[in-house]
C-alpha cells in the first residue's frame, strides 16, 4: 500500500470566505500515484472547515446568512468563549459546516457525484491555516 500527504496553506484576507480547493488536492492526487484508494481532507484549525457541496455563488451566500443566523458574530460579548478572543462564532460555524471530507479514488481520479467539489471554508480568517490531505491505496 502507498502513503502520501501533503499539508496546504490558506491565508484568507477576510474574516470569512468559502475557497473550491479541488485543484489543488487533484494535484496531491496527481503527486501522489495512487489510483485506487481513499482521499481524507481535513481542515488543522478548529475554527475552518472543509466539506463538500455545489461551486455555486448563490449557495455560498446562503450558507453565510445561514450560519450567521445560527451562530452571529455580533456582539461578540454573548458568547462566554470570547474573552480574550472574538471567534466563538467560528468555532460554531465550522462545527457545522463539519471538519473534513473522505473521498474514493476510482482510477486515479476524485470520484466525486456530479456536482461535488472541496472547499475550504474559513471562519476566522487573516491568518495562516492549513488543511491536510491525506491519500493510502495502491
Ligand atoms: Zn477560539
Redesign the pocket.
Known amino acids: 500500500m502507498k502513503s502520501y500527504h501533503k499539508e496546504l496553506w490558506f491565508e484568507v484576507p477576510t474574516r470569512r470566505a468559502f475557497i473550491n480547493i479541488t485543484p489543488q488536492v487533484e494535484r496531491c492526487l496527481a503527486e501522489s500515484g495512487i489510483k485506487e484508494g481513499l482521499l481524507l481532507c481535513n481542515a488543522m484549525h ?2 475552518a472547515s472543509v466539506f463538500i457541496n455545489d461551486d455555486e455563488s448563490g449557495l455560498h451566500h446562503d450558507y453565510e446568512v445561514w450560519l450567521e443566523k445560527l451562530a452571529p458574530h455580533e456582539p461578540v460579548a454573548q458568547y462566554r ?1 470570547n474573552t480574550y ?1 472574538d ?2 462564532d ?2 460554531m460555524k465550522r462545527q457545522v459546516m463539519g471538519r473534513e471530507v473522505v473521498v474514493a479514488v476510482t482510477n486515479g481520479k476524485l470520484h466525486f457525484g456530479t456536482w461535488e467539489r472541496i472547499f475550504y471554508g474559513e471562519f ?1 480568517g487573516r491568518r495562516k491555516k492549513r488543511v491536510l490531505v491525506k491519500i493510502i491505496g495502491e
Open positions: 478548529i475554527t468563549h478572543e471567534n466563538a467560528a468555532h476566522d
